[in-house]
Structures are given as structure tokens and as C-alpha cells.
């Protein structure tokens, strides 16, 4: 019976019960109102599912919910098959970044001895915990190593890929989910108390699964191990989407402007200058090393790197220190 009812009736029928048959009268008021209750919401359900109503409604949308089971089942093949943690072929290949975590109930006091294994969790200073939480992409890969590579790149569209077909899918389950439940269209009743017995009759197989979206969490714990603060950064698909753009920008940035600089390697300056015969490429000078033992040479960019010159071959020149003194004096790289 509905709740109203119910709580008009327990106030009333022992107050008049016990008007009539005393003290005595008021408990047995209260035990029938308390007793009967179930009953009568198990004689209600059993009649609406006996009805001809939701028998006739069941068999016209067996096919519908024949779809909703194929859907169901596709949800958990892509959840069996698709990946959901980022750099998931090294497990363990971050273990040295990863601090140990406590997750005792009762406090969160860290103890050190009965440390868990928790890849995802960085243990960090209150400032990297509240810094975590404005700039997530940039801590996210600063102090889990996600590194701006195409590989990266690589393995982070496709767990965003798995991640919004499943998220898609899920979706897509649940709005059939609603569908049936809107032809149907049950008493609020059954739904609340009854879902079960209720999905069990139409026959629609109910998916356990949802988004096993990756996390990561940044966590301070005061040395007394009084206080703490955490930040979970969870990896669904804006997040993701984010992190794609964040690394394609920073792989594009590698290849141009200051990038430049970085790929320059001592590898490179020596075979610059042993193609030049170690000697000043300035027309003006054409110092080398063969008449001056001590030279000191310099691979100079020919157009600066601030203005877009890259670090081949082609672009590179050796010079002597003064003449690429006086060079950069005339023309900041
Ligand atoms: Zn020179």
C-alpha cells in the first residue's frame, strides 16, 4: 500500500482499536497494520503480473528485448576485449614511480609496513596534490610518465577509442532499458520493489558492466599521518580526449621552434665538424684547427632556430667561437 496510506492507517487503526478493546486493542492494531502490509503488496504484484495487460505488452515487445540481450552481450565482448589502462603491455614498467598506499577504513594514517601495490597512486606534497587538480593533464603525465612520443600517442587514442565505444554501448543499453519500461509502462510499485522479478518476466538479461574508466590519484598524507588530501583523475573520454590533443601538440612542438635545440646531440656536432675539416666555414676567416691546435669550434645554426631553422645537416655550419660570437651578437638565436 502506499506510504500515506500506510502511515494514516498504523496512527488510526490502533487508536481506534484500542478505544474499544483497550491497551491490548492498540497492539493488535498496530500488528495487523505492520503485518498486512506485505501482503498486500505481494497480492498486488502477483495480480499485475497475472494480468492480461502485461502478459499481451510482454509478447509484443519480445523482439525488442531479444535486441536488448544481443546489445548486452556486445557490451561485454568489448569490455573483454578492449584495453583499459594506459600502457597496459609493461605492467610494472612505472612500479618505481608509484609509492605505497594504505587503504585502511578507519584512518588514513600511512603504514609503511603493510604497504599495497598501487600503480595509480602518487604519494606527493600538498602543493603537487592542489596543482594536480588545476592543470590534470600536465601533472597526469609529469608524474605518470606518460610521455609525449607517438607510441604514447598511440596507446592513448586507442584506450579512448575502447573507452567511448563501451561508454557509447553502455549507453545505448540503458536508453533501450528505458524503452521497454516506457511500453510497458508498469505501476512505480513494481519497479521500485519488484525490478527484478520484473526484468526476469520480460526477459531482459540486466548488464553488470559499466566504464572501467583507467584513474590515476594524487594523494597527501600529513607526516603524522593525521590529515590528507587527494586528487582522482579519472581517464574518461574529455579527459582522454584532452590528454590526445596535449601530446600531439607537444610531439608537434618537438619537431619546430625551441624543440630544435633538444634534438641537437654531441653525435650530430661532430660529424658537422669533421664534414667542415674543422675549420670556420666564415669566408671572412677560414680559421682551423690545423693551424691552430686549440680552436675552439661551434656548430651554428644558419637560420636560428627562433626563426624556424632546423637541426639538419644542411642548415648547420661550423664556426669559431669568435666568429659565431660576433654572429650571435649581430643576430640572436
Ligand atoms: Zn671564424
Not at 670556420?280 to 693551424?291: E, K, L, T, Y
Request: glycine share 6%.
Amino acid at each position: 500500500m502506499p506510504k500515506g496510506l500506510f502511515i494514516t492507517l498504523l496512527i488510526i487503526t490502533p487508536i481506534v482499536m484500542a478505544s474499544s478493546l483497550g491497551f491490548w486493542g492498540f497492539v493488535l492494531g498496530v500488528a495487523i497494520v505492520v503485518i498486512s502490509s506485505p501482503i498486500i503488496w505481494f497480492v498486488r504484484k502477483n495480480r499485475y503480473f497475472n494480468s492480461e495487460q502485461f502478459q499481451t505488452l510482454r509478447a509484443q515487445i519480445a523482439s525488442v528485448v531479444a535486441e536488448h540481450n544481443e546489445v548486452v552481450t556486445y557490451v561485454s565482448e568489448i569490455r573483454s576485449e578492449g584495453a583499459f589502462e594506459l600502457g597496459s603491455s609493461s605492467t610494472g614498467q612505472y612500479a618505481h614511480l608509484a609509492r605505497f598506499e594504505n587503504t585502511s577504513a578507519w584512518n588514513n594514517r600511512r603504514d609503511r609496513n603493510v604497504a599495497e601495490y598501487a600503480p595509480h597512486v602518487h604519494n606527493a606534497s600538498l602543493q603537487v596534490v592542489r596543482n594536480a587538480s588545476v592543470e590534470p593533464i600536465k601533472y597526469l603525465m609529469k608524474y605518470f610518465e606518460i610521455r609525449p612520443t607517438q607510441e604514447t600517442l598511440a596507446d592513448v587514442q586507442r584506450v579512448a577509442q575502447d573507452v567511448s565505444r563501451l561508454e557509447e554501448a553502455v549507453g545505448n543499453v540503458q536508453r533501450r532499458e528505458a524503452e521497454i519500461v516506457a511500453m510497458i509502462d508498469p505501476p512505480a510499485f513494481i519497479l521500485k520493489r519488484y525490478s527484478g522479478e520484473f526484468w526476469g518476466l520480460v526477459g531482459a538479461h540486466l548488464s553488470p558492466i559499466t566504464v572501467p574508466y583507467p584513474s590515476y590519484k594524487f594523494q597527501y598524507t600529513s607526516a603524522g599521518g593525521n590529515s590528507g588530501q587527494d586528487v582522482n583523475i579519472k581517464l574518461d573520454t574529455p579527459t582522454l580526449d584532452a590528454l590526445s590533443e596535449t601530446l600531439a601538440q607537444r610531439i608537434r612542438w618537438a619537431k619546430s621552434a625551441a624543440g630544435q635545440r633538444a634534438l641537437m646531440t654531441a653525435g650530430l656536432r661532430n660529424w658537422i665538424k669533421n664534414r667542415d675539416n674543422h675549420t670556420c666555414q666564415n669566408p671572412a676567416c677560414g680559421v682551423s684547427v690545423a693551424a691552430e691546435p686549440h680552436l675552439l669550434l661551434e656548430v651554428d645554426h644558419i637560420i636560428p632556430v627562433s626563426k624556424g631553422g632546423l637541426s639538419h645537416p644542411e642548415n648547420l655550419q661550423t664556426l669559431c667561437w669568435r666568429c659565431n660570437r660576433t654572429k650571435g651578437a649581430r643576430m640572436p638565436a
